[in-house]
């Protein structure tokens, strides 16, 4: 059975993010390095968007970050860290950084690694194939000063603002990085549609329409005080509901 790896690495360091790419799918087949970020924030925000089955996560000297990688990346895949050698005796890495590889990451490192990972990816899905992702489940969203995990269950309404996406649920308005048009293409479309070029509802959650000054068409959903403009071009979407 080939079963398709999909990684990312995140790493400020360039050579390094190279090497991993080109070195990674020669010693997997089926394997491919679906992204790279150069900090620890963008590195989940691309964990949330690729959902791979492994990250590289490549440590400062100090191994700051390294709680909230392994946590941020907790459940959802695999992280192998990047370590310095002096660093693997740190007794609190030693409870984090599980698994790891050592810079500078030699061709027989790697390769001793994968192999160790392969079984244990497959004892954990037997009959996966890693194909093509699911839809997106959680969305990683910045509420006040906090960045939280949000159940894509409990989102009802997207409204684009600039390249980012302002989250309405029924605790309130959440900020996305990603952009509105990146979240259409992963989320469910038989739940989530647009009513307008910026904004997609929960069609399931509709609680009434009304029209507002020069007949404009305004949609209200249940939990959300917030009334949503509906463009000529969607209306017909509301005959469907």
């Known amino acids: 059975m080939t079963v398709h790896l999909h990684a990312i690495v995140i790493s400020g360091d360039n050579a390094l993010c190279r090497l991993l790419t080109e070195l990674l799918p020669r010693l997997w087949p089926g394997a491919e390095v679906c992204g790279t970020a150069a900090t ?3 590195g989940l ?5 690729c ?4 990250a590289f996560c490549d440590l400062s000297r100090t ?14 895949c695999l992280p192998v ?13 030693q409870r ?7 810079k500078p990451v030699s061709h027989e490192q790697l390769q001793r690694k994968l192999e ?10 037997p009959a996966a194939d890693y194909g093509p992702p699911s839809r997106l489940q959680r969305l990683r969203v910045l509420q006040g000063n906090v960045i939280r995990m949000l159940d894509v269950d409990t989102i009802l309404a997207l409204t684009a603002e600039g390249n980012h996406t302002l989250v309405h649920t029924v605790e309130g308005t959440m900020h996305s990085n990603w952009s509105l048009r990146e979240l259409t293409a992963e989320l469910d479309d038989e739940r989530f549609r647009p009513v307008h070029r910026h904004c997609l509802i929960r069609v399931d959650r509709v609680a009434r329409v009304v029209r507002g000054e020069r ?3 305004l949609v209200q959903l249940h939990g959300c005080d917030r009334l949503f403009p509906v463009s000529r071009a969607h209306t017909a979407l509301l005959r469907e509901i």
């Open 51 to 54: 959902r791979p089955q492994l």
């Open 215 to 217: 007949e404009q068409l």
């Open 81 to 93: 860290f990047l370590l310095e050698r002096s660093m693997v005796a740190t007794a609190q890495l």
């Open 63 to 76: 191994g700051r970050y390294a709680r909230q990688l392994r946590d941020g990346l907790s459940g959802r």
């Open 96 to 102: 984090i950084t599980v698994d790891y590889l050592l």
């Open 45 to 49: 925000e691309l964990a949330d968007r």
């Open 40 to 42: 620890t924030t963008a």
């Open 116 to 125: 160790d990972l392969r079984h244990r990816l497959q004892v954990r899905h």
